[in-house]
């Protein structure tokens, strides 16, 4: 029985030393029972929203607690550290990890987590149109290959103040990127420099800019009310003339929400005394525009401009008329979604966050 006592006390002594030393170097580095070195590891489930397993660890913290979104209160509290929280709809979440040391006081990380939804839709779904067609030739094409955006055939137009509609976005480059084949421009629900929302507008002006011609767009449409993607065209010399003398072809407009996503506008916009405009829309006849890929087509020649989705025609305008002569002049390309303004509303608490704009490719055919 001797021996195991001995131990005993030989062990029992090495752990106050130990103990003493911890918490002399504990005082002289950490008077004021503070937590410190906060890391926090995110996993995002496989695919889709679901459980999101966070993970921090702090030295000196008491508690950890879980704050989602705006709200004040913690969505969670323990001593652990470790929270699976559920997402169940797929969107952009903050979320911000606080470590309490004993001082009551904390240090904090906060992340933002981006949950798409399950089973995305691929380049392969939907309507596609040739790379060629009799009497045309193809003047200028991008098929968004690589992963960057072509600044050559693109500029990026930034900034808020609503766009003359009351929009609520703010347009960085941040929101564009170019991979698998395809161009994304994402709308978040994110504030950056006074706006709520951000997203992305990209130009050809005085890059690639046309008359005449066929042109095809394939893209995948985003959804939800206030959420509003633009495939247009406005002339080149906008700069001097002004809008609306400068004219607007609008090849695809969508405004999401309430029973509006199976329905696309095509419509011109020009100066004739005043503003003037025509305009037509073309609706599915079952699913939505975010369902798959369609092809979004204009054919514009000396007398005519002529609408198509998917090859199948909606509208039609006479240009031939003097008071159409922004016609007869350059276009430059525009894509961009906008969130919110005068024409779709605003984006209300069933609009899923991020939305996504996606073109396969813009392909430019003029007559032999
Ligand atoms: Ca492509």
Known sequence: MKKPIFHGLLL??????TISLISCKDEEENPTGDPTNLTVEVTL????????????TADNATEYRLYVGSSTTAAATNTSGHFEYEFPLAGTFQIEVRAYGSSGRYIKDSRQIVLTDEDPITIGEGYTTPLQY?????????????????????????????????ELQYYRPENTSVDGGVLTIEARKESYSGSAYTS???????????????????ALLPK????????????????????????????MEMIG???REKTVHGTLHWENNG?????????LSSGI??????VFTIIWDETTIKWYVNDVKFNEVDITPGHMTEFHLKQFFIFNVAVGGIWPGNPDATTVFPQQLKVDYIRVFQKN
């Open 289 to 294: 525009f975010a369902d798959e890929y369609h």
């Open 257 to 259: 929400g309430s029973n």
């Open 134 to 166: 009799d009497g045309y030739q193809l003047v200028w094409n991008d098929e968004f290959d690589g992963n960057v955006l072509n600044t050559q055939f693109w500029s990026y137009e930034t900034g808020a103040g609503g766009w003359g509609n009351n």
């Open 12 to 17: 029992s002594f090495l752990f106050l030393v």
């Open 200 to 218: 992305s507008r990209l130009v050809t002006r005085d890059k690639k800019t046309f008359t005449y011609g066929r042109v095809d767009i394939r």
């Open 45 to 56: 489930p496989d695919e889709g929203p679901g459980v999101v397993v966070i993970h921090a």
């Open 224 to 251: 939800g009310q206030g959420i509003w993607p633009a495939l247009w065209t406005l002339g080149n010399n906008i700069t001097t003339v002004s809008w609306p003398a400068c004219g607007e072809i609008d090849i």
């Open 275 to 283: 503003h003037a405009q025509y305009g037509q829309s073309y609706t």
